[in-house]
Every structure is written in structure tokens, then in C-alpha cells.
């Protein structure tokens, strides 16, 4: 039986694996904003680690945004406006629930801003070998299908490659939260019973703007595609 992607855990470090498990109850409200942690030598005990596992975790959240240590009144959960949300980890952490909807609708709101320039630039200064990974890409999307890890994981890909072809740093800089962002609102989509509509003709003609040097018909591509997404969105949102 495959396993549910949201379910499998990452393998890592063991550190990684106590911060996840504690962001996951952060962003999830089980330690809401402004509580106090457990401390080391309890989180210790109750997972059986080394205290010095759980002081690399924390350091972890910390440097995310979540948690602030301070001397005698322990470790607390920061108020949620000081979270680092654009971390990729926090985007996964926040789909491991029901994401709140006005979270959900963020990150269309937030691919709508960045992802039509990015592709109109991408039309116009994509390389050949970028033209070909998108290609590469687009293929493991029809074939394997975007309800598929390998699928969405090309779906990462094709929109990685986008935001790599503009060739402006700051941008590139964006790819692991533009990524997240794509993955998981398709995980969320498709993890709903009501099937979404297939978004493969938008991914095609999105390729072929790119790929022929049209950046109009990219910037268009790319808005169509996120409004299909942000509508079959919506629909499962009222279900």
C-alpha cells in the first residue's frame, strides 16, 4: 500500500526529526503562541533522546521563527505574525492539518505575484539546457500524473527551473518557498475526494510560451494555471 505523502516522515538527523514533530504541534496550535515549552530534560525523557538532541531542535525552531529562549522563563512559543512563514519546512509543517483557508489562499495570492513576471523574465532569458529540464519535467507530469510523488515532484521541478531561468538572484532565492507552495497546495488538492481539474494543457502551454520566447503568452499561462488551482481550491474549501 503506498503511504500517504503528508504521513512520511523525512529522514534526517535526529534533531530534524524532534524539531518537525514540535513545529508540527506549533503551527497546528497544540502549543498555541506565547506557551511555555515543556523543558529539555522533559522533552528528553518523553522521546527518549539526549537533551543535546533537543537543544539542537529548539535552535532549529528558533532560527525559524517560532520560539524564543530566554533565561528563567524558559522556552516560548513566539506570537504567530513573527514566524518566518515563507520557510519551506513551515509550509509542509502547515499542511500536515487542514491549513486554515486564509493561509491557503496566501499562497495563491503570493505565487500570483511572483510567478507571472517570473515566467515572462524566463521567456525571455531561459538557456537551452533550462528549456530542456522544464521538457524533462513536463514528461514525468504526463506520465506519472500529478496525484503521484514522482509527479509532483517534477511539478516542483518544472516551476524551480522557471524561477532558475530568470537568472536574478533574488529571485532564485524564492524557489524553495514558490516550490513548497506549489507542492503543497497540489497535495492539497489532491488529497481531497473531489478530483481537480487537470491542469496539464496550462502546464503545456506555459513550456511552449517559455520555450518559443514569448513572454505575454508566459505571463498568461502562468496566471490561468494558478487561477485553475486557486478555483479547484475553493471548491474543495466550500465542500
Known amino acids: 500500500m503506498t503511504s500517504h505523502p503528508i504521513a512520511e516522515r523525512r529522514r534526517g538527523p535526529a534533531h530534524s526529526a524532534v524539531a518537525r514533530d514540535i513545529g508540527i504541534a506549533i503551527v497546528t496550535g497544540r502549543y498555541p503562541p506565547m506557551s511555555i515549552l515543556p ?77 507571472p513576471a517570473a515566467a515572462e523574465l524566463a521567456a525571455m532569458t531561459r538557456t537551452s539546457r533550462q528549456v530542456s529540464g522544464m521538457g524533462h519535467a513536463l514528461e514525468e507530469m504526463h506520465q506519472h500524473g500529478l496525484a503521484s510523488a514522482i509527479g509532483q515532484a517534477a511539478d516542483q521541478r518544472f516551476h524551480h527551473i522557471i524561477l532558475e531561468a530568470t537568472h536574478n538572484e533574488l529571485l532564485v532565492s524564492l524557489a524553495g518557498t514558490i516550490g513548497s507552495a506549489v507542492r503543497w497546495t497540489t497535495i492539497y488538492k489532491h488529497r481531497q475526494p473531489v478530483k481537480p481539474s487537470d491542469s496539464m494543457p496550462q502546464h503545456q502551454r506555459l513550456f511552449d510560451a517559455i520555450a518559443e520566447g514569448e513572454p505575454d503568452a508566459a505571463r498568461e499561462a502562468t496566471i490561468a494555471l494558478i487561477r485553475q488551482a486557486e478555483a479547484d481550491t475553493a471548491i474543495l474549501i466550500r465542500a
Request: hydrophobic share 45%; glycine share 6%.
Open 39 to 115: 523543558g529539555e530534560h522533559e522533552l528528553a525523557d518523553q522521546r527518549g533522546i539526549s537533551r543535546g538532541v533537543v537543544r539542537e531542535a529548539l535552535r532549529m525552531l528558533i532560527a525559524k521563527g517560532l520560539l524564543e529562549s530566554k533565561p528563567k522563563t524558559g522556552t516560548r512559543v513566539r506570537e504567530r505574525a513573527e514566524w518566518n512563514l515563507l520557510d519551506p519546512d513551515l509550509l509542509a509543517w502547515m499542511f500536515e492539518a487542514e491549513p486554515p483557508v486564509s493561509f491557503v489562499r496566501s499562497l495563491f495570492q503570493l505565487r500570483l505575484i511572483i510567478e
